[in-house]
């Protein structure tokens, strides 16, 4: 037993001296329990900002309480007018706010049209035109339009069957009609027949989810929402096309910090030593393996995405000179990234620790695993610095949206621009660094 | 006098100092052209920081260092050509053939395809290890490791040698063949520099020693000159038995008495003389057997000048 305890006690020192086990071990699920916190289960948890064009042509009080509903919804950024090129604000048309979700502006686009709801409606019509590239954000915002809309549709009902009643039986015998129904309503229900007569929509609330969850069907004439989807229609295999990306960029983080790490391996064994007694520099040495990483990356991610291509019908074809330019300038970035966390390790366990650590909250915040719009402001802000969601940004430009070479420019910029900026750091950090000495 | 231009390896007062310790301390050494130099000291004394100025790998402090009139401070990329460096850890890719090891090393020195690969084949047979050479270097054994830890150095054919204590760990059968082949090297009229803290490798191996400890060199010459400071001219062993270790005061009559595990070492005092150390241990029934007459070694002028042992 004495042995036993002894064993234990050295298992303990010699775990809390190993500091990458120590982190690898609280750190790194302490930082990922607290991204997934923010994003599921905090005070401010829930999504936050997606982008919903919002046009309302019709005058109706429904609609007008449709619109002002949206707008508290924090879910949800509302966008009422757009930018043109000269640079003036202009309010959405039909035409209009369909080519901003196209452009990918917009998450979705809400239109309430002159018909919305008029005297002579038996229910309300709405048209949503949408852009399914998050499959996880489009539920999201199903839900929440679904929840807005049929919100207004007891007071919408009650109002129809009120106008229905006067129509079919005329003014004075539906009047009668109405009032002896609000009378049986009262009696049995305790409801207040001015409300039954007078109907407004805080007197009918939708509590819950639930209220929604079969309405669709059962009031399909009532109220119709007509969906367009804009984009990916015709794509064989949404998920696929969707996903390979996120999946793609979170395995090159890994390769790529890994094969950056051999630095130290070959210094360990002397080889970096041998090298550096031969007609070669420390510059070569670094750009030899800057080259070679980045040329594994692209090697990595195009196999991705012609397995994708070949098993899950993602096409990568139809724009692959752009396919191609996002590749290299996610491998770039990457790269860079793996070629910092080397620079600033000291060991290779070190540079795995640091690196699982970088890799998989860049991943949970970038995008790679579930929508930003999730994510709390703050670390929204934060996504936008990553590698991940600039690279995942640019293979939704290119694969689902299909756009040409100038819309991926700010994308290829930004993560050149990222590569630059974590190469001169690496650099020097390389220079004043452990790995040579 | 000598001008410095004359010499294969001039080092001029280099000094090397590191946040906690100054690794050479105005250290000035001479190396002859196809001379056999080794540096002996142990471990820390500065020999492998003295290397990695040599191959330009690290920079001094002060000082100047040329190999064969170029200064290696000032033109590293191309000095390099002419230097060949064995170093201390197996500086080799595992997961690679023993040829193509040597193929990835050769290829730095922009050797033609075609000499390279003769000299490749020249090399492996030279360390007897042709057969192998399309054996991965993990199946190796820790002699063919260190011997094509050697060769790697030696496709460029490089006028100088630098080996860095190239025998760590090596079984005796393939040190000697080690030993061999680097001779072998030299008399086909290679400088070589052979850093050890064996103080056999440097007495079988080289024609000039420097002695160096804390940064310093403290002795340098052929190994008679070395010993020819010592104040005595042999060691007398004296085997370890009951009535000898009885008698330990006779011996130290007669100089610094050593214990060993097996025996005693005595290192006599200047004006020694043998018929009155013979005489004394027959007064005390010490047989003459028990007695052994060594030449002196360079551990024991290790101890004379630092008081301390090599292996410390």
């Not at chain 1, 002894?6 to 607290?34: C, E, H, M």
């Not at chain 1, 009262?186 to 805080?202: G, R």
């Not at chain 2, 011996?251 to 060993?260: A, H, P, V, W």
Request: charged fraction near 20%.
């Amino acid at each position: 037993m004495k042995q036993i305890y002894k064993l234990f006690k050295s298992s303990y020192r010699i775990f809390w001296n190993d500091k990458v086990s120590v982190a690898l071990t609280f750190i790194v699920p302490l930082v990922l329990v607290s991204i997934f916190g923010a994003v599921f289960g905090g005070s401010d948890s829930g999504p936050q900002g997606i982008r919903l064009a919002v046009l309302n042509q019709s005058t109706s009080p429904v609609a007008k309480r449709i619109e002002s509903s949206l707008d508290t919804i924090k879910a949800f950024q509302i966008i009422k007018s757009f930018k043109t090129d000269s640079g003036k604000t202009v309010v959405f048309d039909t035409l209009s706010i369909q080519e901003y979700v196209r452009n990918g502006k917009a998450t979705a686009a809400l239109v309430l049209p002159l018909d919305t709801y008029t005297d002579t409606s038996v229910g309300l019509y709405i048209k949503f035109y949408y852009d399914p590239k998050n499959d996880m954000e489009m539920q999201t915002v199903h839900g929440l339009i679904q929840q807005v809309v049929f919100s207004q549709f007891p007071s919408v009902m009650a109002q129809s069957g009120l106008r229905q009643a006067e129509r079919f039986l005329g003014i004075k015998s539906g009047g009668v009609f109405n009032r002896n129904m609000a009378s049986l309503i009262h009696k049995y229900f305790k409801v207040d027949t001015n409300i039954i007569l007078h109907p407004q929509l805080s007197d009918f609330k939708i509590v819950g989810n639930d209220s929604t969850g079969g309405a669709p069907n059962f009031f399909n004439n009532i109220v119709r929402i007509e969906n367009q989807q804009l984009i990916g229609k015709e794509m064989k295999n949404p998920w696929a096309t969707r996903s390979v990306g996120g999946w793609g960029i979170m395995f090159l983080m890994f390769t790529l910090t890994a094969t950056s790490s051999s630095l130290f391996d070959e210094r360990r064994s002397g080889v970096l030593l041998r090298l550096l007694t031969s007609p070669v520099s420390r510059t070569h040495i670094l750009w030899s393996k800057y080259l070679f990483n980045m040329s594994l990356g692209m090697i990595q991610l195009l196999f991705l995405f012609m397995f994708g291509c070949l098993m899950f019908h993602v096409d990568i074809f139809s724009n692959f000179f752009n396919l191609m330019l996002i590749i290299i300038a996610a491998s770039i970035a990457c790269t860079a990234l793996g070629m910092l966390i080397a620079a600033f390790s000291q060991t290779r366990q070190q540079a795995n620790g640091l690196g699982t650590l970088l890799i998989l909250s860049m991943s949970a915040i970038g995008g790679a695993w579930f929508p930003t719009s999730f994510m709390p402001s703050t670390i929204q802000f934060f996504s936008k610095l990553t590698v991940v969601y600039w690279s995942i940004e640019g293979f939704m430009e290119v694969l689902w949206r299909g756009v040409g070479f100038i819309s991926i420019v700010p994308h290829l910029l930004i993560l050149l621009g990222i590569g630059a900026i974590l190469n001169l750091v690496s650099l020097r950090r390389f220079r004043r660094g452990h790995i040579f000495d | 006098m000598v001008s410095h231009g004359e010499f294969m390896i001039n080092i001029q007062q280099i000094t090397k100092k590191y946040p906690t310790a100054t690794a050479l301390d105005a250290v000035t050494l001479e190396v002859q052209r196809q001379e056999f130099f080794g540096l002996l000291g142990p471990n820390g004394a500065g020999k492998t920081t003295l290397m990695n100025l040599l191959v330009g790998y690290i920079n001094p402090d002060s000082g100047t260092i040329t190999i064969d009139g170029d200064n290696v401070t000032q033109d590293t990329l191309d000095i390099r050509k002419k230097i060949g460096f064995v170093p201390q850890s197996l500086a080799l890719y595992d997961e690679l053939t023993a040829q193509e090891n040597l193929e990835v090393f050769g290829q730095m020195f922009d050797i033609q395809r075609k000499l390279l690969k003769k000299r490749i084949e020249e090399q492996l047979h030279a360390v007897e290890l042709y057969e192998r050479r399309k054996d991965k270097v993990k199946t190796f054994s820790g002699g063919m490791k260190r011997r094509l830890n050697i060769i790697a150095s030696l496709l460029h054919d490089p006028k100088v040698l630098l080996c860095d204590e190239p025998t760590v760990g090596v079984d005796p059968q393939s040190r000697n063949a080690i030993f061999d082949f680097l001779t072998s090297l030299n008399k086909q009229g290679k400088t070589i520099i052979y850093t050890t803290h064996y103080m056999e490798e440097a007495e079988r191996l080289c024609s000039r020693i420097g002695i160096i400890d804390h940064g310093k060199i403290i002795a340098l010459g052929t190994i008679d000159e070395l010993l020819e400071k010592l104040a005595y001219e042999e060691t007398i062993v004296i085997i370890k038995n009951p009535l000898t270790a009885k008698n330990r005061a006779v011996f130290e009559k007669f100089g610094t008495l050593l214990e060993e595990d097996d025996r005693y070492e005595l290192k006599p005092v200047e004006g020694f003389l043998l018929s009155d150390f013979f005489a004394g241990i027959e007064r005390k029934g010490i047989k003459y057997s028990w007695v052994e007459l060594h030449r002196p070694t360079l551990e024991a002028l290790f101890l004379q000048l630092t008081g301390r042992r090599l292996r410390d």
